[in-house]
T-cell receptor, first 114, second 114 residues
C-alpha cells in the first residue's frame, strides 16, 4: 500500500545538537510538506517543496532546514538554532494537480529535549 | 489571503447525540475545503472535502458537512456520536488559483461521554 513513512517515531535532542527527521513517500506525489504541531495551535507550516531540488519557507522556518534531492524523500533537520524544538512533527504530501487534492500525512515524529 | 476559524477548542457530547463542529473560513476567491481527523499520536486522515458541485458533502464514518457560501461556513456534523469518534478535528481551506498551500484551523477536540 502507498503511504508516507516518518522515522523515528520518538526522538530526543541534546543541547547544541542537530537532529534529522526522515520522511519518505511512495505515492508519487510532487509536493511535500513539514508541519509542527503544538497543543492548541493547530498545524504550522515549516517548509514545503513542490518539485525536486526546490523548496520554500513556510511560516516558522527559522531554526529548521530541509533538502529535496529525490521525489520520494524530504528530510527535516532541526538545528541547534531552534531553541524550543519540543513538538510533534508531521510530514505530508499531495499531488500538484490543483487545490482540490487533499494532503496525505505520516504518523509523525515526537521530538523532545534531553 | 485565506484563514480558518474553528469555534470551540473542545466539544463534549454524549454517545448517541448529534455532533456539530464549526468551521468558518475567509477567502477572496472560491475555496476548496477539507475536514481531517487526528487520533492520538497519529497523523491526520481525510474525512471529507468540498471542491465544486453539491454543497452537502458526505464523508467517512457517517460524517457530513455543508458548504454555505453566504455564511462562509463548512460545519461538520454527525447524527449520532460514537465513542470511537473521540479525536481532534481540523478544518482546512485552500484558495483556488494560488499556491495550493492549505491553511488549517487550530482544531477542535471532540469528547464523547458514555
Amino acid at each position: 500500500d502507498g503511504g508516507i513513512t516518518q522515522s523515528p517515531k520518538y526522538l530526543f535532542r541534546k543541547e547544541g545538537q542537530n537532529v534529522t527527521l526522515s520522511c519518505e513517500q511512495n505515492l508519487n506525489h510532487d509536493a511535500m510538506y513539514w508541519y509542527r504541531q503544538d497543543p492548541g495551535q493547530g498545524l504550522r507550516l515549516i517548509y514545503y517543496s513542490q518539485i525536486v531540488n526546490d523548496f520554500q519557507k513556510g511560516d516558522i522556518a527559522e531554526g529548521y532546514s530541509v533538502s529535496r534531492e529525490k521525489k520520494e524523500s524530504f528530510p527535516l533537520t532541526v538545528t541547534s538554532a531552534q531553541k524550543n524544538p519540543t513538538a510533534f512533527y508531521l510530514c505530508a504530501s499531495s499531488p500538484m494537480t490543483g487545490g482540490g487534492q487533499p494532503q496525505h500525512f505520516g504518523d509523525g515524529t515526537r521530538l523532545s529535549i534531553l | 489571503a485565506q484563514s480558518v476559524t474553528q469555534l470551540g477548542s473542545h466539544v463534549s457530547v454524549s454517545e448517541g447525540a448529534l455532533v456539530l463542529l464549526r468551521c468558518n473560513y475567509s477567502s477572496s476567491v472560491p475555496p476548496y475545503l477539507f475536514w481531517y481527523v487526528q487520533y492520538p499520536n497519529q497523523g491526520l486522515q481525510l474525512l471529507l472535502k468540498y471542491t465544486t458541485g453539491a454543497t452537502l458533502v458526505k464523508g467517512i464514518n457517517g460524517f457530513e458537512a455543508e458548504f454555505k457560501k453566504s455564511e462562509t461556513s463548512f460545519h461538520l456534523t454527525k447524527p449520532s456520536a460514537h465513542m470511537s469518534d473521540a479525536a481532534e478535528y481540523f478544518c482546512a481551506v485552500v484558495t483556488s488559483g494560488g499556491s495550493y498551500i492549505p491553511t488549517f484551523g487550530r482544531g477542535t477536540s471532540l469528547i464523547v461521554h458514555p
